[in-house]
């Protein structure tokens, strides 16, 4: 069994920066695939970005590209979630989730989220 807790998120101005962590107990995260997902208001979850178990394979939203940059630390079995120029469309609850497959659409475990908002 996986433990992810997220943690980092808060207010921020539109244009400023954020950086999200997601840790792990309980097992390793070094063979899952990890990813992040945000839930906005009134909307579904989407994804936003996902990085392979060796972090050399990341991959974005469109929404999020060039501004956000996922990243993890196998030693300290954590997620990182840099958010740069965020946008007000941004504020969502963000989730941190693993997987077994780097691109698929199934999730073996999920954070229970942080909350960011982005102020314009």
């Known amino acids: 069994q996986v433990q992810l807790v997220e943690s980092g998120g808060g207010l921020v101005q539109a244009g400023g920066s954020l950086r999200l962590s997601c840790a792990a107990s309980?097992?390793?995260?070094?063979?899952?695939?990890m990813s992040w997902h945000r839930q906005a208001p009134g909307k579904e979850r989407e994804f936003v970005a996902v990085?392979?178990?060796?972090?050399?394979?990341?991959y974005y939203a469109d929404s999020v590209k060039g501004r956000f940059t996922i990243s993890r630390d196998n030693a300290k079995n954590t997620v990182y979630l840099q958010m740069n120029s965020p946008k007000p469309e941004d504020t969502a609850v963000y989730y941190c989730?693993?997987?077994?497959?780097?691109?698929?659409?199934?999730?073996?475990?999920w954070g229970q989220g942080t909350q960011v908002t982005v102020s314009s």
């Open positions: 989730a693993a997987s077994r497959d780097y691109l698929g659409s199934e999730y073996d475990y």
């Open positions: 309980g097992r390793t995260l070094s063979r899952y695939a």
């Open positions: 990085i392979s178990w060796t972090g050399h394979s990341t």
